[in-house]
């Protein structure tokens, strides 16, 4: 594994491109062993590009079981929101709605990545997450329906998704605030020597926040184990990235900072799962954070509310043509990793399960007028609360 090993040095120009050209087996040799993951044998060493692909890999780099699992994650996130959509239609999802659709690999991939100990933290399209970490579908549809058998108890609905029990900590509206926020985890995780790292996922729209720059900085200065994730999707909310940054390869931003930082084609689970584990194998090194940019695409609008009437349908079309799920069961079946049957399975055993979160939170009540006085604080007596 030595010779596969990131270099330490701080003054590397990028170490995670070199890492890349480099890597092998040791990006899926993380100190702790990954979720879910057994890499193939054979697994052919490549390097993240942002280049589009329509096909899948000659060979099918990684095991039935990890194929199984993407599928299975990423069917589940979109098969949930293509329902949420519905019953916001419904009105019965009010406020706030944001869906992930198009952008499940940037999940899944980095899932298979990291160990069960690890954190997360994400901005407001938050569904996907909770539920590629094991939060019952049951408690994000309750959630969305603000009722008290939510993961948040129906106090924080679709953008303030929290379960602690799989160390997600939300789901955060102010677009950049959880940039400090995730550095600030990983440094209680250092400060703590815990081995584990935080994952902080962000849209495009947030990389001009100022936060970011102090979070950066101070991420590198004290080699914090953080991975910072730009989900570079074209747009925030209706304007393009072109109209916003001067860069528009937004992972040079990270340069500046001397932090490795790479792109990532991220309609591809493999290419994530791959920058994620050499991202970890840093962090978990003592090397600091890494900023990885996926590219991305989300094929509804920014919320409910937006037709999206900013951009073209070829636009749409073509990424659509390269979705991340067919890719995967592409590769599953071109490689007889399973049959179109057991696919349909998973299927149908997906389509029960979201049938059974919207019958749960259907049912379920909504809270109590004394719960808006509960989890304000952390401390019950905090002293500025009088009755
Ligand atoms: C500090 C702050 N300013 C403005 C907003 C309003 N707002 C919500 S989302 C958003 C755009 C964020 O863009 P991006 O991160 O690319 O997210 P995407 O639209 O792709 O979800 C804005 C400006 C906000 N929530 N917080
Ligand atoms: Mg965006």
């Keep these: 594994m030595a010779d596969t090993k990131v270099q330490a040095t701080s003054k590397a120009s990028n170490p995670a491109k070199k890492a890349s050209a480099t890597k092998g087996k040791a990006a899926v040799e993380t100190a702790k062993q990954p979720q879910n993951v057994k890499p193939a044998a054979n697994k052919a060493a490549k390097a993240a590009t942002d280049a589009p692909k329509a096909t899948s890999p000659a060979k099918a780099e990684y095991s039935k079981e990890t194929y199984l699992t993407w599928y299975e994650q990423m069917m589940l996130m979109r098969k949930f929101e293509e329902k949420a959509g519905q ?3 419904q009105q019965k999802i009010k406020g706030f709605c944001h869906l992930y659709i198009g952008q499940e690999a940037c999940v899944a991939g ?7 100990d690890d954190k997360w933290i994400t901005a407001y399209r938050d569904h996907a997450h909770p539920l590629a970490l094991g939060t019952s579908p049951n408690a994000i549809m309750a959630e969305l329906f603000a009722k008290a058998t939510g993961c948040s108890k129906g106090k924080g ?3 303030h998704m929290f379960d602690k029990e799989v160390n997600f900590i939300g789901g ?3 677009v950049g605030a959880q940039v400090p926020m995730g550095a600030g985890i990983a440094f209680a995780e250092k400060y703590n020597k815990t081995g584990n790292l935080c994952i902080a996922y962000m849209g495009d729209g947030a990389v001009r926040q100022g936060a970011l720059h102090e979070a950066f900085n101070m991420a590198m200065l004290w080699k914090l184990p953080v991975i910072f ?4 999707n074209g747009y925030a909310m209706g304007t393009s990235v072109q109209r916003s940054s001067n860069v528009t390869e937004l992972y040079t931003i990270g340069e500046s900072y001397d932090m490795p930082s790479e792109p990532v084609n991220a309609m591809n689970v493999e290419d994530v799962h791959e920058a994620v584990a050499r991202a970890a194998e840093r962090a978990r090194a003592g090397e600091g954070p890494t900023f990885l940019e996926f590219k991305t695409y989300r094929y509804k609008g920014h919320s409910m509310s937006d037709p999206a009437k900013y951009r073209t349908k070829d636009e749409l079309e073509d990424y659509r043509s390269r979705d991340t799920i067919e890719a995967v069961r592409h590769t599953i079946l071109t490689h007889n990793l399973a049959t179109e049957e057991d696919l349909a399975a998973i299927d149908e055993k997906i389509k029960g399960q979201v049938q059974e979160s919207v019958e749960f939170a259907e049912k379920s009540d909504y809270p ?3 719960e808006l006085y509960h989890d304000v604080y952390v401390q019950q007596d905090y002293p500025y609360i009088r009755d």
């Design 87 to 89: 019953l916001y239609g």
């Design 110 to 116: 980095a899932v298979s990545a990291l160990t069960k």
């Design 157 to 159: 609905g679709s953008m």
């Design 172 to 174: 955060h509206g102010i």
């Design 229 to 232: 994730v730009v989900e570079n």
């Design 368 to 370: 109590t007028a004394d």
